[in-house]
């Protein structure tokens, strides 16, 4: 489930290009219990026990002023991009990842020529298919609503939404939801993160530009994955 948590005033229309299906367009986490406009992906792989089975995956999200995709393959899927799957190590702490095509453009916008550092990353997402989850603009202003990003990795066990008396009651499960996690450790112990990395790609109209090309620095270091 890939969801967005705004402020009042963002939708998604309920038919948009994504593979994935729509649970709630509301996006307002004032209502419905702090839901959100929620996707869920296909196939029934990107979480849980079958995630764990087959090794894992990948998530790849993109966001622009426009939209916000997010792509998820598993680790057997013989679709998922090179640049995806391939880890790089960048010596200078230094990555560059113009979108194919961006550069040509503002070369032309301000007569300098751009080139690209040794360890350049090229991303196209175009090539990556139809992506899983896609979030449009047409009923939500993605730059009102959403600002600097922050990456947060946690569990959250009983959260607004899953935590909520009758939607745990829907769940089958006994007790409630707090109840259950204080007196069930035990149901908790395959419910962590093993990351291999995570990578930080920058467009280049959101970066620093010099005569030798845009630099978009990223703590990438192999930390996470």
């Not at 020529?113 to 202003?141: A, L, M, N």
Request: proline content about 6%; hydrophobic content about 30%.
């Amino acid at each position: 489930m890939v969801s967005l948590h705004a402020s009042p005033g963002c939708k998604q229309p309920r038919h948009r290009l994504q593979k994935g299906a729509p649970e709630s367009n509301e996006c307002n986490s004032f209502v419905n219990y702090n839901q959100g406009c929620g996707v869920k992906i296909n196939g029934g792989l990107s979480y849980g026990p079958k995630f764990n089975e087959v090794g894992g995956g990948w998530y790849a999200l993109e966001r622009t002023k426009k939209e916000i995709k997010a792509w998820f393959w598993s680790r057997d899927d013989p679709n998922v991009p090179v640049e995806v799957a391939n880890r790089s190590h960048h010596s200078r702490g230094i990555i560059q990842a113009p979108i194919i095509g961006e550069n040509t453009l503002l070369e032309a916008l301000d007569g300098i020529r751009y080139s690209h550092h040794p360890d350049t990353i090229q991303i196209d997402t175009s090539k990556w298919g139809i992506p899983d989850v896609r979030f449009v603009d047409d009923e939500c202003d993605i730059p009102k609503h959403f600002k600097e990003h922050r990456i947060v990795i946690n569990l959250t066990f009983c959260g607004d939404w899953a935590g909520e008396f009758f939607t745990y009651l829907r769940s089958g499960c006994p007790g409630s939801c707090i109840d259950y996690v204080n007196f069930k450790p035990e149901a908790f112990k395959d419910a962590y993160w093993d990351i291999r990395s995570i990578r930080i790609f920058t467009l280049p109209h959101d970066v620093e530009y010099t005569q030798t090309g845009p630099f978009a620095r990223a703590d990438t270091e192999e930390k996470m994955s």
